[in-house]
Each structure stands twice: as C-alpha cells, then as structure tokens.
C-alpha cells in the first residue's frame, strides 16, 4: 500500500474514531465517494499468486431508489393526507376481488398512526393476531415493538405503522401459523406501500426484518444481521434495517437486543431526539 494511501486510511479511520467518542453513531458517505475510494487503491498490492488483496467492492445501491425523490411530491395537510390514505384502503377493499391480488386474510390490516409521523415502521405481513384485529403488530411481536417505541420516547400514536402486505398470507391446509411472504406477493402489494410513503412523507423508514427490507430495496443487497445497523435508502428517505421483534422473541440474547437497541439510537440521532445517559445504557452488561 502506497504512503499516501495509507496515511489517508489512518487519518480517516482516527477521526472516526474520535467521532464516535464524542458519541457520534453515524457519518454520511455517498456511495459515489466509497467507491472512488475503492478506486484510488494501490493496484500493487497484490500477493505472491498475482491476485489483489484488495477487495474493491463497490457499494450495492437500492433498485427502488432509482425514482423520484418521495419528497418531490406534493405536500399535503394533515386532512388531505387523512382523505388520501381513506381512499387508498378503499381502493384496496376494492381491490381484493382481484385473484391476482392474492388476498387471503379476512380483514384489511392497512396501518396505524399519526399521518404526520417522522418515523415509520415496516413490516413485512399480517399474522393471524393482526387478521383478527385489522391493525398491524398486535399480538406479542406487536407488543415488543411497542415497548422499543415508547422507550425512545415516542408512542404508537406518534409514528405510522404498515405492512408490505396489506393482508395475512394464505396458509393452505392450515388453520393458523404464518409464512413468509412470497416475492411475487411482495411486488404486487409494494405499491399500495409506496403510496402511503408518499402521502405520510416520513423522514425515517425502519424496515423491520429481511422481507420488508427486500420490499423497500427491492432485494437484500446482504444478510439481514450484516445489512442491520446500516443506512440504506428508498427514494431519498432514510431507511434504518433492523431486526424483526419477532426475531427478539426467539432469541433472547442481550447483544441482539443492543444492536437493535443501536440501531434505534441512530433512528433518533437521525431525527435529532433527545437521548439520555439511561438510555445510552439500555442492554449494556453491568
């Protein structure tokens, strides 16, 4: 590696360093500028075989935030924004006569929340609590979701809440149980999600598991557990990947419980919230 190319490693990574003890948890880079990086490496660094031992991968970007910025729609008031999400779940009640839709669950599950909201949660589909209720996150991945909400501050009336699917997935043969969503049901119910997007204009998606993620992507550039953690886009706003409460609920561990807790604080740096020492601590072993 080149003098000048490693001072300039060095000195990057000392400042970020230095960043994060001042507490700071994230640093704008545009993938234009990661890659450029990749770029300017020493291509004589190679080893005894003739192969580089530079790994220059470039950063994999969003297929679906090759639209127009979301925020490059008209903005509405909040009565407008109401009227317009209204006709949207009518639009969709309608639409469930279509087969193609795909539509098993015997209740719409359309979202929740203030249509005002910085901050929405995605999910990926209704299970059968939410069928039942019509609301989506209500049974025990719902009420852990709730918990992670309230403790930055915030309540299940202040963000927005929404699914990809808009209803459960039909489970043939079985009388309860959910699944997965199939990619084919994803692409046909994503642009009912996009439209709520559009309307609710937050500043912040989390997208809560590997599906919705492929939702909001487009596909899983890499693992949830490596991609978790890490600022990805959707047309301009913001989209924090992390688990799915229901994974919370499988596994136990206290280091899974901090990184989501991590990836939580970003959210709220990112929407310039307030966060306490108490809450800094949250999940760190004593």
Not at 24 to 41: G, H, I, Q, T
Not at 97 to 116: R, W
Not at 150 to 170: C, H, M, S, W
């Amino acid at each position: 590696m080149s003098g000048v190319y490693s001072q300039l490693i060095e000195a990057t990574i000392s400042h970020l360093e230095f960043l994060k003890q001042k507490g700071v948890r994230y640093v704008e880079v545009s993938p234009e500028s990661v890659n450029s990086l990749f770029e300017s490496a020493p291509h004589e660094a190679v080893s005894s075989n003739g192969k580089s031992l530079i790994q220059t991968q470039p950063v994999t970007q969003s297929i679906r935030s090759e639209g127009p910025s979301v925020y490059e729609a008209k903005k509405l008031s909040s009565v407008d924004k109401s009227s317009a999400l209204n006709d949207l779940r009518n639009e969709i009640l309608a639409s469930k006569k279509s087969p193609e839709l795909l539509a098993s669950g015997a209740n719409l599950v359309f979202g929740i929340g203030s249509v005002d909201a910085d901050l929405m949660f995605v999910g990926e589909a209704p299970g059968v609590d939410e069928d039942r209720e019509g609301e989506p996150f209500v049974g025990k991945a719902g009420q852990l979701l709730m918990k992670i909400i309230q403790a930055t501050g915030l309540d299940r009336e202040k963000v927005y809440i929404a699914n990809v699917l808009k209803y459960r997935p039909e489970t043939p043969g079985k009388s309860f149980g959910n699944r997965k969503p199939r990619p084919d049901e994803i692409e046909i119910w994503f642009p009912f999600l996009v439209r709520q997007i559009e309307i609710i204009q937050p500043k912040v998606i989390v997208g809560l598991g590997a599906t919705a993620l492929e939702g909001l992507l487009g596909h899983m550039p890499t693992g949830i557990t490596r991609l978790r953690g890490n600022w990805q886009s959707y047309r301009s706003v913001p989209v924090m990947p992390t688990f799915h409460p229901s994974y919370l609920l499988r596994n136990q561990s206290w280091a899974i419980k901090r990184q989501v807790w991590e990836d939580m604080m970003q959210v709220m740096e990112r929407l310039q919230m307030p966060i306490s020492d108490k809450q800094r601590g949250f999940f760190l072993r004593k």
